[in-house]
């Protein structure tokens, strides 16, 4: 049974800097693809970040584009968000994700497993 467990949510200023981690379990193969997404109160769940086996392929959402960065660590089946510049906007549960299956991360939105989400709040 596959398991993702988010953790590293906290409540920091903005300007603050935070990783997030994202530990998988139940699983041998590879992950094909991982993404971070986010949702804020009363708004959709949007994507943050995905990475590719190997970490070759990256993608970020314009939001998050030079403050973000993602990383994966396929041997100890991790996942991570480090994410500076935050700003209030970024508060949010943030959700890790993983899939499987062939096909390209771009773009991807249906990923087969799900964390339970770690919240980020950046306030003063």
């Known amino acids: 049974q596959v398991q993702l467990m988010e953790s590293g949510g906290l409540s920091v200023q903005p300007g603050g800097s935070l990783t997030l981690s994202c530990a998988a379990s139940?699983?041998?193969?590879?992950?094909?693809?991982w993404g971070w997404f986010r949702q804020a109160p009363g708004k959709e769940r949007e994507k943050v970040a995905s990475i590719a086996t190997g970490g070759a392929t990256t993608e970020y959402a314009d939001f998050v584009k030079g403050r973000f960065d993602i990383s994966e660590d396929d041997a100890e089946k991790k996942l991570y968000l480090q994410m500076n510049s935050l700003k209030p906007e970024d508060t949010a549960m943030y959700y890790c994700a993983a899939d499987f299956s062939a096909g390209s991360c771009y773009n991807r939105q249906n990923f087969a497993y799900w964390g339970q989400g770690t919240q980020v709040t950046v306030s003063s």
């Open positions: 139940g699983y041998t193969t590879p992950t094909f693809c």
